[in-house]
């Protein structure tokens, strides 16, 4: 089994940064792409960035120059650094990877969810 646990949100208000980070633990072979999706009150769930292992990287339009994912291989790390926070960036931020069990096997696995809000 494979856990993921986010950490880092919170209130800020409009204009702030904060960093989002998530730790993958269990039985993890091999972790492939790593991203963070949102989910705001009455939306489906879209992805905001995502990280391949070799680090190349993509981001939904809303936050692109405002927004920076990176990942630690060796610690099975991820991180989202959110910059110049809107109102509309508020949501329940999920951690997200696509690991490798092993034996061929290869899992999607999701966090709890941490909730960001941004105030005006």
């Known amino acids: 089994q494979v856990q993921l646990v986010e950490s880092g949100g919170g209130l800020v208000q409009a204009g702030g940064s904060l960093r989002l980070s998530c730790a993958a633990s269990?039985?993890?072979?091999?972790?492939?792409?790593m991203g963070w999706y949102r989910q705001a009150p009455g939306k489906q769930r879209e992805l905001v960035a995502v990280i391949t292992r070799s680090g190349s990287t993509n981001y939904t339009e809303s936050v692109k120059g405002r927004s920076t994912i990176s990942r630690d291989n060796a610690k099975n790390t991820v991180a989202l650094q959110m910059n110049s926070l809107k109102p509309e960036d508020t949501a329940v931020y999920y951690c997200?990877?696509?690991?490798?069990?092993?034996?061929?096997?290869?899992?999607?696995?999701w966090g709890q969810g941490t909730q960001v809000t941004v105030s005006s």
């Open positions: 997200n990877a696509v690991v490798s069990v092993g034996l061929g096997h290869v899992g999607n696995y």
């Open positions: 269990g039985s993890i072979f091999k972790i492939n792409a």
